[in-house]
């Protein structure tokens, strides 16, 4: 759902609410003849506030396109003994979410216009292996929250990782072949989604459920890659000669004489567009 339609659909729900429940407490004589008819009167104050929201929404967001003024700020995780394995678990909302390597130590990069509130950054040690989970409070109208919200995680190279992302509108731009990723659990709703997969060095599962209009996954080369598609009526575009497809819909690595590791996939959701590929980059 278009996010305006969202906001409106949730004034409409508002006043539907309040109409049932003045109508139940009139019927139960809850509500005086007089009350009534002040409430005929004045019922139109609910539509004037229903518009003055919109407008105010709009307005803001046209204020703080005008005026650009973007801050970034970092968030570095929390310092602590080194983990032979990271589980991060990121929640974010209305933007776009960026996911590389980091130059030094693993951090949130945050990039936004106008007055946000700061993410959430949790850790959790069980042992050597470390959890980070990062979200962050939404506000009811984001029109202007989303003009220009980016969020850049760059996460360590040499941990084996598990990632968990839940997005919310938003776009994803995410490049982990400099990275060890073991596990990618993904849950996208509408917008845009890149992801460069890894080598593994034994195995990658990756399970994801995207709602958006078009979905893009690059492939490692010299890896026996196995694609599940789930939804049958999404459009699938690959190259002829990396992948073969077979009966049941799974599309397999057609190199199987340089195999090195494996990579699960595993795609569901009212998908319109798969786009598949195979990453040569890092041959040479």
């Not at 046209?62 to 003024?69: E, G, K, L, S």
């Not at 003994?81 to 678990?89: G, I």
């Not at 979410?97 to 946000?116: F, I, K, N």
Request: net charge negative; charged share 20%.
């Amino acid at each position: 759902m278009h996010p305006l339609a969202r906001r409106i659909a949730l004034l409409v729900s508002v006043f539907s609410l309040l109409t049932g429940v003045f109508l139940l407490g009139y019927n139960l004589r809850l509500i005086t003849e007089e009350a009534r008819g002040v409430a005929l009167n004045l019922w139109p104050v609910l539509l004037i506030g229903a518009g003055i929201l919109l407008v105010w929404d709009s307005t803001k967001k046209r204020a703080f396109a005008a005026a650009d003024r973007s801050r970034t700020v970092q968030f570095p995780f929390p310092a602590s003994a080194p983990a032979s394995e990271l589980t991060c678990r990121v929640q974010f909302s209305y933007g776009k979410l960026v996911t590389g390597q980091a130059d030094g130590a693993p951090r949130l990069v945050t990039e936004q216009v106008g007055p946000a509130p700061s993410p959430s950054i949790q850790e959790q040690v069980i042992g050597d292996r470390h959890e980070v989970s990062i979200a962050i409070g939404q506000p009811l109208f984001p029109a202007h929250f989303q003009l220009h919200n980016t969020w850049r995680l760059e996460l360590p190279t040499a941990v084996p990782l598990h990632l968990f992302l839940q997005l919310h509108e938003a776009d994803l731009h995410m490049d982990v072949r400099r990275l060890d990723l073991e596990s990618l659990d993904l849950k996208a709703e509408s917008g845009d989604h890149q992801i460069v997969l890894c080598r593994p060095r034994k195995k990658l599962s990756a399970r994801i459920y995207a709602s958006g209009s078009n979905l893009s996954l690059v492939l490692p080369a010299r890896v026996f890659a196995w694609v599940r598609l789930l939804n049958p009526f999404c459009r699938v575009d690959y190259p002829q000669g990396d992948l073969e497809k077979k009966e049941d819909g799974s599309l397999v690595s057609a190199r199987a004489a340089e195999l090195h590791g494996s990579v699960d996939v595993e795609v569901d959701g009212p998908l319109r567009t798969l786009y598949l590929d195979i990453d040569d980059s890092l041959e040479a």
